[in-house]
């Protein structure tokens, strides 16, 4: 079964408002990373967040995470038509020596202008 | 200057056949992978290399394999395709458990 699921599965604003995604994970994890993927194009990383770290920013980026609830969220502020996009979270479990990414299913962001 | 390259970008073959995806990168990472995203956007890991030594093989069909000449390039070899092997393969290369940089993704279509 999957790691991450994310909520909302899609989730359409106006440019100038904030967007909110929310992630769940199921084990323990070393960290918490967010990425963003646009259409038709490969991933990319936007921030990550450590177990013993509870919140994180870059730029107009917040990133929460609850290690007692098992879940984070990503705060967009001031958004743009830029920012319309698929964003996942991915977990890094504690366990593995090996390193590993388990994605969520992703949130649709669309910004109308 | 790009960090992790895969080629090619789009490939259209007939079941049957059998066809290759090149990745390459110039970060100095340690660790690649290769990733399947179907058409519902889910990612799951395929395989992952550390230093050209294969340390993570999901439950992947073996006409699926994997070759690391060396800690810059892993490859993804498929053996006769079928049209289930339809998605989007994406390449990326981490240091250890930090973030992921992907390629840009090789769109299979298989007919």
């Known amino acids: 079964s999957q790691q991450g699921e994310e909520d909302p599965q899609a989730l359409s604003i106006q440019e100038g408002e904030n967007a909110t995604m929310n992630c769940s994970y199921k084990t323990s994890i070393n960290n918490l990373q967010w990425y963003r993927q646009n259409s038709g194009r490969g991933l990319v990383h936007l921030i990550l967040i450590r177990s013993n770290e509870r919140e994180k920013h870059s730029g107009r980026l917040r990133v929460t995470l609850d290690t007692s609830k098992k879940s984070s969220s990503l705060l967009i502020t001031a958004s743009r038509a830029a920012d319309t996009a698929s964003y996942f979270c991915a977990t890094a479990p504690l366990w593995t020596s090996g390193s590993r990414l388990t994605f969520g299913e992703g949130t649709q962001l669309t910004v109308n202008p | 200057d790009t960090a992790v390259s895969q080629t090619p970008k789009y490939l259209v073959t007939q079941m049957g056949n059998d066809k290759s995806i090149k990745c390459e990168q110039n970060l100095g990472h340690d660790t690649m992978y290769w990733y399947k995203q179907d058409s519902k956007k889910f990612l799951k890991i395929m395989f992952s290399?550390?230093?050209?030594?294969?340390?993570i093989n999901e439950t992947v069909p073996n006409r699926f394999s994997p070759k690391s000449p060396d800690k810059a390039h892993l490859n993804l070899h498929i053996n006769s395709l079928e049209l289930g092997d339809s998605a989007v393969y994406f390449c990326?290369?981490?240091?250890?458990?930090?973030?992921?940089?992907f390629g840009s993704g090789t769109r299979l279509t298989v007919v």
């Open positions: 290399y550390n230093n050209k030594e294969l340390i």
């Open positions: 990326a290369s981490s240091q250890r458990l930090e973030g992921y940089t």
